[in-house]
């Protein structure tokens, strides 16, 4: 028996359901059910992910790809920030394929630069009036 069979059998059990039952739930034949759990057909790959939310497993354990049956990703690694001009000192930056000269990264700091004034002085603004409003409202 294939291994997603052997799991979807096991997972269905766990819960307490009778092929019937969860086919019912499933909206899904109790002979379609029957074929997956004995390894005759395997679902469409949409159909694996609903059973696997049903079940509050991932897909790949399903499929015996992994024997955890968590759904959530690794955690991911955590991102130092990069200093954006470094980042554009390096030596071969592309923009739709076409290398960057130095005087479009010169271009592209003064854009940034705009818009980095602009958004610390909405968010000054912002700040602002939002300190008003607590200060108007506890009065």
Known sequence: M???AQR?????????????????KLDISRSTLGSWESGNRVPELGTAQILAD????????????TDNRSTLLPPKEEKKP????????????????????EDDKAKV?????IVFWDAKAQNKKARAEAKARKEKNHD
């Open 2 to 4: 294939a291994v997603f």
């Open 8 to 24: 979807l059998k096991s997972l269905r059990e766990e819960l307490g359901y009778l092929q019937k039952e969860l086919a019912a």
């Open 54 to 65: 049903f079940f509050n497993v991932s897909v790949d354990y399903l499929l015996g790809r």
């Open 82 to 101: 990069k200093d954006l001009q470094k980042f554009l000192d390096q030596q071969e930056i592309m923009f739709d394929g076409v290398p960057i000269t």
């Open 109 to 113: 700091r003064k854009a940034l630069e």
